[in-house]
């Protein structure tokens, strides 16, 4: 899938958590955690950047792909 529509976002997503910033100037960061619908929430390890793609199985069957680009 490489757009999001409102129509699947409302099917895919039950709701998103987001958290005070954190930091100051170009190092603040912002916590943000997407509760899915029949999957709950997926953790990605941290790191400074993904060199690619991240897939994640989340349950039997199912896995879900972030996928690493710059946000427009």
Same mark, same amino acid.
Do not use: W
């Given at each position: ?6 129509? @699947?976002?409302? +099917?895919?997503? +039950? *709701? @998103?958590?987001? #958290?005070?910033? &954190?930091? *100051?100037?170009?190092?603040?960061? &912002? *916590?943000?955690?997407?509760? #899915?619908?029949? @999957? ?5 390890? !941290?790191? +400074?950047? #993904?060199? !690619?793609? =991240? ?6 069957? =199912? $896995?879900? !792909? #972030?996928?690493?680009?710059? $946000?427009?």
């Amino acid at each position: 899938m490489k757009t999001l529509t409102p129509t @699947i976002l409302h +099917e895919l997503v +039950e *709701r @998103i958590d987001v #958290y005070q910033t &954190q930091g *100051r100037g170009k190092n603040r960061t &912002q *916590r943000i955690v997407i509760h #899915y619908n029949f @999957i709950g929430v997926l953790d990605l390890p !941290e790191v +400074e950047e #993904y060199p !690619e793609n =991240v897939v994640l199985d989340s349950r039997q069957g =199912v $896995a879900i !792909e #972030y996928l690493v680009g710059k $946000a427009s």
